[in-house]
Antibody, heavy 118, light 113 residues
Framework: EVQLVESGGGLVQPGGSLRLSCAASGLTFSSYWMSWVRQAPGKGLEWVANIKQDGSEKYYVDSVKGRFTISRDNAKNSLYLQMNSLRAEDTAVYYC???????????WGQGTLVTVSS | DIVMTQTPLSSPVTLGQPASISCRSSQSLVHSDGNTYLSWLQQRPGQPPRLLIYKISNRFSGVPDRFSGSGAGTDFTLKISRVEAEDVGVYYCTQATQFPSYTFGQGTKLEIK
């Protein structure tokens, strides 16, 4: 059974930083693209970033470029999102998701809440 | 970027009756490889999203056969043949034709009358 467990969320002041983690199990982690998707309170889904199997390619939504960095450690079956210069509009539940070719975002974690507020 | 537009945004349905949600993309979702990467996600209250349908009409593992998808090009539909109480939630269409980026529809809230 595929399991994705996010952690690292919390309350942070505007301009601050936070690092999210996603621990994967039940899959050959190094074989898959992985994504971060967020959902602001009461709002819809927004894809944030994804990363290729070996970490050689990374893509971001325009609103986070230059502020967020996605990375992975295949030896630890873990995905990360380093978030800097946080803004109020970054407040959301952040989900990690496994990309499957042809299926899209096939498996999702439970999410971790990030609140940016003074 | 491809914009995904869903209608309606809210759908009150009677238990046991059918439901239908439409999704329109701002440009064709036919990929150069010939596939159309249009998926549907379900998000029950307080839960993460769950993949229901991929490539227009293929049900994901464990998805009941009362869910079906159809469409082509820029117009797509998710149908529930007989709505059950556990189907309450928000449904999103999403495209992966422009992979590695994804875009989502605004979501359609399915509720019981």
């Amino acid at each position: 059974e595929v399991q994705l467990v996010e952690s690292g969320g919390g309350l942070v002041q505007p301009g601050g930083s936070l690092r999210l983690s996603c621990a994967a199990s039940g899959l050959t982690f190094s074989s898959y693209w992985m994504s971060w998707v967020r959902q602001a309170p009461g709002k819809g889904l927004e894809w944030v970033a994804n990363i290729k199997q070996d970490g050689s390619e990374k893509y971001y939504v325009d609103s986070v470029k230059g502020r967020f960095t996605i990375s992975r450690d295949n030896a630890k079956n873990s995905l990360y999102l380093q978030m800097n210069s946080l803004r109020a509009e970054d407040t959301a539940v952040y989900y990690c998701a496994r990309d499957v070719v042809g299926l899209g975002l096939a498996y999702w974690g439970q999410g971790t809440l990030v609140t940016v507020s003074s | 970027d491809i914009v995904m537009t869903q209608t309606p945004l809210s759908s009150p349905v009677t238990l046991g009756q059918p439901a239908s949600i439409s999704c329109r993309s701002s440009q064709s979702l036919v990929h150069s490889d010939g596939n159309t990467y249009l998926s549907w996600l379900q998000q029950r209250p307080g839960q993460p999203p769950r993949l229901l349908i991929y490539k227009i009409s293929n049900r994901f593992s464990g998805v009941p056969d009362r869910f079906s998808g159809s469409g082509a090009g820029t117009d797509f539909t998710l149908k529930i043949s007989r709505v059950e109480a556990e189907d309450v939630g928000v449904y999103y269409c999403t495209q992966a034709t422009q992979f590695p980026s994804y875009t989502f529809g605004q979501g359609t809230k399915l509720e019981i009358k």
